[in-house]
């Protein structure tokens, strides 16, 4: 009796060791053995979210210049209006004044007081002379004549300049072959004011046999000079005044955006430029995205939406290059996005983000990017087989699989290769290598869910 309690204890001692050593041998194992999480991989299309920064950009303007005489400028006094703005018709946007106004004022008031004083001297010494209507018929022809000709002289200078442009000779009828709409202008122009000097002329050889005395024709070219002279300085004094009133308040042409202020307040202005340029009324600018840094293909009709406003979205309208070779791509303007930042001169001013979501032609294998190890164009991953074992749980073997990648974002690969039938090896934590066992991670309860 002894003996069998003996033995059965024995028996018990025995189980109760060898479970001790299969938990130690387990522990240590499990806490040798590096370990993994495993992740499966999956066919689909590669998506990525690409941000744009944009800025407003107006490639559809009207320039808004104001005319002005020779010799005159003027002189901007104030801006009321920053590019970006929205502008009414009739809106004043840059006030000026004529630069030394009073100064040429004065001299055109002085130059009408000469004329107009040797005028009435002439008529005075001369109020005795008596021009006949034959004396005027032959001062009419003749100054017809010169100033038909300086028109004549003008328009041949035009159309000679535009036939050596193109390169063209002058022909008897008709239109050199190739010319311009604005040679052939420029042609009807010339033979018009040659017609008119011809006809000048016939009118002067009818004239040309009545014989005036000298002094009633000195009388005739005095009194006419004077009158030339006095006319130059009126028209000089009301063309002046005219252009102080009007740029006193230089306004909008129409509803729109003002695109671009090319004066500053203090600036001197002489006409040759546009003052500033607006859009088209109705119309809106684009949002202009810097694409240098874009390595995927952007074409024409690609969706975006607003970066921390999906449900606003829009599209590509345009793709181009700028002045400094630098490839963008023009995203239509809404007025959602408008009201989303606030303003078109506030997205001018501080820009604003867009996404363009890019999606693969075709589906390959996606991987997380963490999967994939190595550099262009040597990548791999760390396929991992499983191995049952008698104690502390499965463990896989890792063996290293070359893999070609196609195309890589931020969060995702696609490769060429089909890894379904893998199981792939990723976030060990510690150095893996080629042939190494491993173990899967067992999340712990109350740790945070670990995302693939």
Partial sequence: M????????????LAVFVALCMFFSGTVRTITTPKV??????????????????KPAFPNTEPVSFALSDGITLSIVKVNSRA????????????????????KYKQYQSDYDAAAAQLLSIESKNRKTRITQRDQAYADAYYGVQSARHDMVDKEIEMDTLLSREKLERT???????ASDALKKAIDAWRSASEALEKAQAEMDDVSRYNIDETVWAYITERKEQQEKLEEAEKGLRTLVSLNDNAKAIVAPHDGYLAEMKVNAGDSYDGSQELFTITPEDALPTLRADLSNVQRTV???MNVSMENNTGISSKVVGIGTDTENKKYA????TREIINAVGSVYSI??????????????????????????????????YVAKRNEGAFAGDTYKIEEKKVKVLAMTAEKVSVQDD????????????????????????QASGDDEDTE
């Fill in 2 to 13: 002894n003996l069998k309690k003996f033995a059965i204890r024995g028996i018990i001692f």
């Fill in 37 to 54: 999480r495993l992740f499966t991989p999956k066919k689909g299309k590669l998506e990525e979210r690409i941000k744009l920064s944009c």
């Fill in 84 to 103: 970006g703005y929205t502008v009414k018709a009739g809106e004043v946007i840059v006030e000026a004044k004529v630069a030394d106004y009073d100064s």
């Fill in 172 to 178: 008897k009828t008709g239109y050199p072959e190739g």
């Fill in 299 to 301: 074409t024409e009709g």
């Fill in 330 to 333: 023009d995203i239509e303007m």
């Fill in 348 to 381: 001018m001013e501080n820009g604003t983000n867009m996404v363009l979501v890019y999606n693969a032609r075709e589906s390959t294998t996606l991987l997380d990017t963490n999967v994939v190890r190595g550099s262009s164009p040597e990548y791999f991953v």
């Fill in 419 to 442: 890894l379904s039938a893998y199981v792939l090896a990723y976030g060990e934590d510690r150095t893996i290598g080629n042939g190494d066992t491993v173990m899967e991670y067992v």
